[in-house]
């Protein structure tokens, strides 16, 4: 296996689905001399396809792409329709309907076929390993490969990749677990500890860093980059929308928690008033909650309703500014 080509500065940009991911944003970081990413979960093809064309307008430095893998849990339909029904008063609130459930896979076939004929310097995968031949097609393109393991067994199941991010259950939005589970959930330096031990791949440790001593302190227990989102959020380059902007320096939200309420896979976030009211009510039924609940996440961020919405973040959430992502990137590379 070649050694995959980290950045010069071992910062990752963590890939941020629905919104908060942009070209600019993957493009600011990618200059700075850390490695920007592109989300492209929840998008076709052709929309993912548009912000590489766009970020390789804004640099020539090498950045990433995040692909979902597809949804395999089997999911009960009556579950997903009785949380459906629950929300109803949420969203006739909101002046919205309740969303339906749709696709299951992300277009994920139509991503790689994509991806595989002009594809980004690195491409990484969350929920899952994709197949050998996958892989391989990526790597025989120069692309390094990287996969999201949340647990030592889920790293030997990746050896085929080049890199693997080791996600801590202190990272924000969703737990990239190959599964729609918490089983085997660890705190990051914990993880990274079981991880190292049972792979020599370069790793990125990725999960509640927020400062210069964090990412310090995560590269001295041996990895590679550090990745960090919610650090990035507050960025102008960052598409987050401003009710999540707001929430993440409001004194009035003090904590996050893991839910399924928003989307039916465990996912952290802020802690307002409907993940408290409906975190014990969701199936877990992923990505079937998430379009159930899109209209209203969608009404509440336009109507600027913190409540309502998902507010996604890791534990070092109140670490994060909204200086420029290039600065934030020289803040967060200081003490190396």
């Not at 790597?139 to 030997?156: L, P």
């Not at 609940?293 to 996604?312: E, F, H, I, M, Y």
């Given at each position: 296996m070649t050694a995959p080509r980290l950045p010069g500065t071992p910062i990752v940009q963590a890939p941020m689905a629905g919104g908060p991911s942009t070209p600019e944003l993957a493009a600011a970081v990618s200059d700075a001399g850390g490695l920007g990413f592109l989300a492209a979960g929840y998008k076709t093809a052709g929309a993912m396809r548009a912000e590489i064309d766009r970020t390789r307008e804004l640099t020539s430095r090498p950045f990433g792409v995040n692909v979902f893998m597809p949804s395999l849990d089997a999911v009960d339909p009556a579950a997903v329709a009785a949380y459906r029904d629950l929300l109803a008063p949420e969203?006739?609130?909101?002046?919205?309907?309740?969303?339906?459930?749709?696709?299951?896979?992300?277009?994920?076939?139509?991503?790689?076929?994509?991806?595989?004929?002009?594809?980004?310097?690195?491409?990484?995968?969350?929920?899952?390993?994709?197949?050998?031949?996958?892989?391989?097609?990526?790597?025989?393109?120069?692309?390094?490969?990287?996969?999201?393991?949340?647990?030592?067994?889920?790293?030997?199941?990746s050896a085929a990749a080049d890199a693997l991010c080791v996600q801590g259950t202190e990272a924000g939005a969703h737990r990239g677990s190959f599964a729609n589970t918490l089983d085997g959930a660890l705190p990051l330096r914990t993880l990274l500890r079981d991880v190292l031990a049972v792979t020599d791949q370069p790793v990125i440790a990725a999960g509640g860093l927020g400062t210069p001593d964090d990412v310090a302190e995560i590269l001295s227990l041996g990895a590679a980059a550090a990745q960090l989102g919610t650090a990035f959020l507050r960025c102008p380059e960052s598409g987050a929308s401003a009710v999540h902007k707001a929430a993440l320096a409001d004194p009035r939200f003090t904590t996050t928690a893991l839910t399924r309420a928003f989307s039916g896979r465990p996912a952290r976030g802020l802690v307002n008033r409907f993940l408290a009211e409906?975190?014990?009510?969701?199936?877990?039924?992923?990505?079937?909650?998430?379009?159930?609940?899109?209209?209203?996440?969608?009404?509440?961020?336009?109507?600027?309703?913190?409540?309502?919405?998902?507010?996604?973040?890791?534990?070092?959430?109140?670490?994060?500014?909204?200086?420029?992502?290039a600065d934030v990137v020289g803040h967060l590379a200081s003490r190396l």
């Open positions: 969203a006739r609130r909101l002046g919205v309907e309740p969303g339906t459930p749709s696709g299951r896979d992300d277009a994920y076939d139509a991503k790689i076929t994509d991806l595989l004929s002009d594809p980004p310097a690195f491409v990484s995968f969350t929920f899952g390993c994709p197949d050998t031949d996958v892989i391989r097609a990526f790597q025989e393109r120069g692309t390094v490969v990287v996969v999201t393991v949340t647990t030592a067994d889920e790293a030997r199941r409906h975190s014990g009510d969701a199936p877990a039924a992923y990505p079937d909650v998430h379009y159930v609940t899109s209209p209203l996440r969608k009404a509440a961020a336009a109507q600027g309703d913190p409540d309502t919405v998902n507010l996604w973040a890791g534990t070092a959430f109140r670490a994060a500014t909204d200086a420029p992502a």
